[in-house]
């Protein structure tokens, strides 16, 4: 698989439906390998990249992974200043409906882990609606560490084709990481803040933002306490940028 690194983290260079093709397969081989998609911003290549205990862990939990898609548009400008090969972004909102469509045409199994209790649950009701041939269940993130078990227990007994977790990173990454194996869900993905989005209580930038690549604007203005966030943006930018100059001079 064709592959550019960024900051230390393997980025897949394929194009959106050939990573979507790729996925498709493996949600269709029941307890052959349970794979682990990490769909990446200039945030979560960032908080890798620190030097603390905790952030080489979350390093590691990335490099696990079966696959690490270019989610921001920052990644993609990175690639660029590098003179790489990422082409477009593949991101986690696309993937999540696209992963729904193909289990809904297959009857697959579907569970939803995250976001307050009220939105998963409506989640699970809009997705019902919307996708009646696949089974859906979902579980809340608003959970203390003592009812972890409970949830994988839901997970192992439900036996889902997709786990989407939307915990925000790095939780979500830690939580499909650590129980990868014992799941042996077909394929597991971190969504953020998909489910909200899902739910219909918050809405996604409009397709002309997201073909541009302005999406992060969108959640600027609609989302005012992502400024920290956001920040982050200039910052990976410039110390991308700072490799390239290191490179040439070497």
């Known amino acids: 698989m ?3 690194y960024i900051k230390g983290i393997p980025f897949c260079s394929l194009e959106y439906k050939q990573v979507v093709h790729i996925l498709k397969d493996w949600l269709s081989e029941k307890n052959e ?3 682990f998609i990490v769909t990446a911003n200039p945030e979560i290549v960032m908080s890798a990249k620190e030097t603390a205990s905790e952030s080489v862990h979350f390093k590691n939990i990335l490099l696990s992974a079966d696959i690490i898609t270019a989610d921001g548009i920052g990644i993609i400008l990175g690639s660029k200043i590098l003179n790489g090969q990422l082409k477009e972004r593949v991101t986690g ?23 307050a209790p009220e939105n998963n649950e409506k989640a699970i009701k809009n997705l019902k609606i ?15 560490k003592e009812q972890i078990e409970e949830v994988k227990d839901q997970i192992k007994q439900f036996q889902p084709h997709l786990l989407l977790v939307g915990l925000g990173s790095p939780k979500q990454e830690m939580f499909i990481y650590d129980n990868l194996q014992e799941l042996n869900v077909p394929l597991s993905i971190g969504i953020g803040g998909m489910i909200d989005i899902i739910s219909g209580n918050v809405k996604r930038a409009p397709k002309v933002m997201r073909d541009t690549g302005t999406e992060w604007l969108y959640r600027l203005v609609t989302q005012p306490k992502r400024i920290k966030r956001q920040l982050v943006l200039p910052k990976f930018l410039l110390s991308v940028i700072a490799d390239r100059v290191r490179k040439t001079a070497n």
């Open 130 to 144: 919307n996708y009646p041939h696949a089974i859906f269940q979902g579980q809340h993130g608003f959970i203390g």
């Open 33 to 35: 390998k349970p794979r």
């Open 93 to 115: 909102a696309d993937l999540t409906y696209d992963l729904i469509e193909y289990c809904n045409q297959n009857s697959y199994r579907v569970f939803l882990f995250g976001a």
């Open 2 to 4: 064709k592959q550019q």
